[in-house]
């Protein structure tokens, strides 16, 4: 049938650091993701590198997991892992079964709707929504209104250089611009939350 939906890989992107260095992370045809780029991950890292080990993390936009994948690599103690996407959740499964990451959680869900419901606190947060979407604004909100953030936690923040994140008032003021990078399209923030 032609118009049937395969889920075939169309490329991999690979761990960079840890127990799972150079292992491949697959991403599906039609999952319309854009991972982070692996320089990126590399310099987010390093940045992170004085805190990952025994973090408590959540991942809000998945995708193909390799925020969350680096972190556990990186010895993590556990990582949530949030997607709305069925093709994005259904191969992370896979993938985080392959791995046999048993310190992590797959959830299907809206990011916003679970943030409101959830009881669990993080000291890591990874925020790099699709751009199309103005989604940032309500999920910081949201973190700090539901208090899902430890009182020192370190949040990454990835978005289109058309939506510089400083323009607006959506950083709350306790947030400490930790690290900046700014390519030709992407802004990558690491901030650190004391309260």
């Not at 049937?4 to 150079?22: C, D, P």
């Not at 892992?81 to 959830?107: G, M």
């Not at 990011?111 to 993080?122: D, V």
Request: hydrophobic residues 40%.
């Amino acid at each position: 049938m032609k118009n049937k939906l395969h889920l075939g890989v169309s490329r991999k992107i690979k761990i960079i650091g840890g127990k799972w260095k150079g292992r491949n992370i697959p991403i599906t045809r039609h999952s319309k993701i854009r991972p982070t780029t692996n320089r990126m991950r590399e310099i987010l890292f390093s940045w992170l590198n004085p805190i990952i080990s025994r973090a408590v993390c959540l991942d809000c936009f998945a995708g193909s997991g390799a925020l969350g994948l680096e972190s556990l690599s990186r010895g993590a103690n556990k990582v949530t892992f949030l997607d709305n996407n069925h093709i994005c959740i259904t191969a992370l499964i896979k993938v985080i079964q392959s791995f046999s990451a048993y310190n992590s959680e797959i959830i299907y869900t809206d990011c916003r709707s679970w943030l409101q419901q959830s009881t669990t606190t993080y000291n890591v947060i990874f925020l790099d929504p699709p751009f199309q979407n103005n989604i940032i604004p309500e999920v910081i909100f949201l973190l700090e209104r539901y208090n899902l953030l430890e009182k020192e936690s370190w949040i990454y923040i990835e978005t289109s250089k058309k939506r510089n994140i400083f323009n607006t008032s959506i950083i709350p003021n306790y947030w400490i611009l930790y690290h900046k990078k700014i390519t030709r399209n992407v802004m990558y923030y690491l901030f650190l939350r004391r309260s």
